[in-house]
Each structure stands twice: as C-alpha cells, then as structure tokens.
C-alpha cells in the first residue's frame, strides 16, 4: 500500500454526504483525574462544544491487526458526551491521535511505547520508535518516544490503523440523554508534527535513521494528514503544524521537503484543517515576522501564523491553549518579552489573529488558570454562545456540512 499525494479540496466529502462542521470551544484534560470536571463543565457551559480525547497508535492497536482500543476506549468516550447531550444542544467528540509518549523525569527510554507492542521489536518498521530528549524549555528533564514516520513501512500499518478507525465509525451512533441516536464526532486529527527534540544515541536494535531523516519524517507526517481525509469523508480532518517551522510551512502552503522529494501542494489545497497546539502571540518560534532560512528552497520562511489568513475561510482552523498559553505570551515564559494574558487578551487573538473555527482549551490544573478562564468566560459573555463567538462560515473546500 502506498499512500497518495491528494490534490484539490475536500469538496462535499468522497461519499457525497454533508461534513461534520460544529465550531466552537472544545475541552481536554490531561491524565484522567480531572475527568469529571471536564465533562460538567462541558455540562454547564453552553459555549464548550464538546471534548476533544487524545489516543495513541498503541493504545489503539492492542496487537498485531487488533484495534481493540476502538471498543475500549474510543466508543465509551463517545458514549460520554452522547449522555450529556439532548436536543438542540448536543455536544460533539474532537479524536486526536497522538504521536509521541513523554515522561518529564527519568529516561527517554521509560516513555510509554507510542506504537503498538509487537511493532517495537520488527526490523520490517525500524522498531516503528525512536527516543528523543526533551527540547521544550518548559518540561526540560526528559523526552520520550515518536513514530519512526520516514519508514514507508510504518506509514501503511499507522494508515491501517486511521482506516480501522473510520470503518467503525462511518456508520457509528449512540443515544443522547433523550435516546436519540446520533453520532457525536466532530472531527479526527494528528497532534502536532513537531519532532520534538533531539534523537538520542541510546535507540533501539532497528532504529535508523536516513539521510535528511526530519524532513523525512515530516514528509510522512504530511502523507498521512492526507491519508485521514481519504479516511474520513464524513468528519473534520486536520493536523497540528507547528516545528519545525520550514517543514511546518510546507505542509500547509506547499513545497519540497529535500532534495530528490516530490512536491506537494499543502493542506490548505487539499482541504485538511489546520491547527497547533499553543497560542503563545507573542512567540518568536510562530511570529509571521521571525524568519528562518531554508536550503531547499532558497527562500526565508516564517513563523506558521503566518499562514493562518491564507487558511481562513477555506479550512477549519484549531488552535489549542495549553499551560504555556495561561502562564505567559511565549513559550519560555521566564523570557522578558512574555507576561500573563488575560482571557480576553488570548481569545481575541486566537479569534481575530488566527480566524480560530474551533478552540482547543486544556483544563489546566495549574493554579487558578483555569477557574479564572471560565470565570472571564462568563464575563466576556462568550459562555452562553454556542459557537463560543469563532467563525461559523462553512469553509470554502467543503460543499457541504452537517452543522446546527
């Protein structure tokens, strides 16, 4: 199996029916201690569209060609929200699925295995993983583990996997708190394709790594945000593009990933969504003026905000709040030029700057963060409204959507 390089938008979906378009505020939790409270004050908010629930190929693949963690985990998270949902205001399900496993102390190597068990020993797929260190300034300690996505091998089985999916959920519903059947998905989506850090000398037996192996990986990455379109005609589909910020740029406006690669047309052409999973405004590593210079091309390429007004109005735009977002305006926010934004501060920019359709806001559990976003949320008078005030236009590569 190999997998295509699409072009042209997404226009009606590949079976003709309606796609799946219910922007909003979209609520995560990190673990599974805080569940609970998400899912009241999903409950509570009529702006909190719904959740969005993170997978991993692992946890997902319970061995080699068993998908056991659709019936698992997939379906009675589904089964959740369906159960707080009634007539006009049904809530909806983002599914990520998530691309590294991480620990912030220890070794890289303990990291929970990001692809399936039986994966990690096969010289076929290079052991499928490799181990990074951590190059976030924010958790610094260790790193984890990423899919070995230049291994063609390994984007077919993750390929098999995405389609597992989308078959048990073409035809998927569960009843709502009035026993209506529906089906709660609003979109399904890659995290984000940053590499994450630097490759570690200690790696697995089959682990190798190519000659221009990150832009390898990206271009893998790109094949597969392709992938889950073909997969999912029905739903949202889109990919966090972030780091590094060249290859980032390519995936989403076009381009040549290396010397010898195919060009590809970038997922704004070809109807994928976009998003990242930070705001940070202030950030040099997003700022449309902050360029870094690529060999490839010849060319000076910016932050990957630049690109968001290319992206409004033709595809649904996702970025997310995590805690680097509610403690400062840049990523390290130590650096002189961050501070603390307020509620108003980052929604208007998500909103106005980034022409956000859907925000993804973490329940952090970080001081009072997250009590004082609801308590701001309340007062900006943004909780009562159901899209939570983002753009609510169908967007231009879809013909047309099943929205309310």
């Known amino acids: 199996m190999s997998l295509p390089f699409l072009s042209g938008c997404n226009t009606g979906g590949y079976a003709g029916v309606p796609v799946s378009f219910h922007p909003g505020i979209y609520l995560t939790q990190v673990g599974t201690s805080a569940r609970a409270a998400m899912i009241t004050d999903i409950t509570d908010f009529t702006c909190f569209r719904g959740a969005m629930f993170r997978y991993t190929w692992g946890q997902i693949e319970t061995a080699d060609g068993v998908y056991g963690g659709i019936d698992s985990l997939i379906k009675p998270d589904l089964e959740d929200i369906a159960a707080i949902s009634s007539g006009a205001n049904r809530k909806r399900v983002i599914i990520m699925i998530h691309l590294r496993t991480t620990v912030s102390t220890g070794s890289p190597t303990t990291a929970e295995d990001v692809v399936p068990t039986w994966m ?40 098999q996997c995405i389609q597992a999916i989308a078959d048990a959920l073409e035809s998927y519903t569960t009843n709502d708190a009035d026993s209506v059947a529906y089906n709660p998905v609003e979109a399904v989506i890659l995290s ?13 037996a089959n682990v190798t790594f190519p000659t221009f192996w990150e832009e390898k990986y990206s271009e893998g990455y790109y094949r597969l945000g392709l992938n889950l379109k073909t997969s999912f005609p029905r739903y949202i589909t ?12 390519k995936m989403i406006m076009g381009g040549t990933f290396y010397t010898g690669a195919t060009p590809v047309n970038g997922f704004i052409a070809e109807g994928v969504g976009i998003g990242a999973p930070n705001v940070v405004p202030d950030d040099n590593a997003y700022d449309p003026a902050s360029t870094v210079f690529d060999s490839f091309s010849g060319t000076y390429w910016p932050g990957t905000h630049a690109w968001y007004d290319d992206a409004a109005g033709i595809v649904p735009i996702m970025p997310s709040w995590q805690k680097p977002d509610y403690e400062g305006t840049m990523l390290d926010d130590t650096d002189p030029g961050s501070h603390v934004p307020t509620t108003d501060e980052l929604y208007s920019y998500t909103r106005d700057d980034l022409f956000a359709t859907h925000i993804i806001m973490t329940r952090t559990n970080v001081g009072t963060y997250w009590a004082d976003t609801k308590t701001n949320l309340n007062s900006l008078g943004i909780s009562s409204i159901r899209n939570g005030g983002l753009a609510s236009t169908k967007p231009t590569c879809y013909g047309t959507v099943d929205t309310d």
């Open 120 to 159: 990690t020993t096969d010289a076929t797929y290079g052991d499928g993983q490799w181990v990074f260190t951590n190059g976030n300034p924010d958790t610094p300690a260790a790193g984890g583990k990423m899919i070995c996505f230049w291994n063609t091998n390994v984007q077919t089985r993750f390929a």
């Open 192 to 204: 984000e394709c940053s590499i994450g850090g630097t490759a570690i000398t200690t790696q697995s």
């Open 238 to 249: 889109a990919a966090f593009t972030n780091f590094p910020r060249v290859e980032a740029g």
